[in-house]
Nanobody, 123 residues
Framework: QVQLVESGGGLVQPGGSLRLSCVAS????????MGWYRQVPGKQRELVAA???????NVVDSVKGRFTISRDNAKNTVNLQMKSLKPEDTAVYYC?????????????????WGQGTQVTVSS
C-alpha cells in the first residue's frame, strides 16, 4: 500500500555532485522522520542523514558539509544533495520513512524502505 521510490543515482567522478530523490506514495495518513541510509557489500547499512517532519536535520560526520537533506511535505518527498563526492561514498543508497496509515480510527505507523539506488564515485 505504501511505496518509496528513489531516483538520481549513477556514476560520478570524484569531486562531482548528485541529487537523490525519494517519493512516498500510497494510502498515507502522515509521514514522520525521513532519511537516507547507505550500504556497501559486507557492511551494515548506515545512516547518512535524517530529517524530521518539522525540518530538523541530522547528518553524520563523514558527510557533514558535503551532503544536505531536505524534504517537501506537500509532495511526500525527501532529497539528498551530495557534493564533493569521494570514492568512499560509493554505496547503495536507501530512502527510509516512518509512515502512518489510518486503520479505521487508529493511525498505525510503520517503517518503510525504498529499493535502493546505486551511487558510484570513480574516475
Amino acid at each position: 500500500q505504501v511505496q518509496l521510490v528513489e531516483s538520481g543515482g549513477g556514476l560520478v567522478q570524484p569531486g562531482g555532485s548528485l541529487r537523490l530523490s525519494c517519493v512516498a506514495s500510497g494510502s498515507i495518513f502522515s509521514i514522520g522522520a525521513m532519511g537516507w541510509y547507505r550500504q556497501v557489500p559486507g557492511k551494515q547499512r548506515e545512516l547518512v542523514a535524517a530529517i524530521t517532519s518539522g525540518g530538523n536535520t541530522n547528518v553524520v560526520d563523514s558527510v557533514k558539509g558535503r551532503f544536505t537533506i531536505s524534504r517537501d511535505n506537500a509532495k511526500n518527498t525527501v532529497n539528498l544533495q551530495m557534493k564533493s563526492l569521494k570514492p568512499e561514498d560509493t554505496a547503495v543508497y536507501y530512502c527510509n520513512a516512518h509512515i502512518g496509515i489510518l486503520r479505521i480510527d487508529v493511525v498505525e505507523e510503520s517503517e518503510y524502505w525504498g529499493q535502493g539506488t546505486q551511487v558510484t564515485v570513480s574516475s
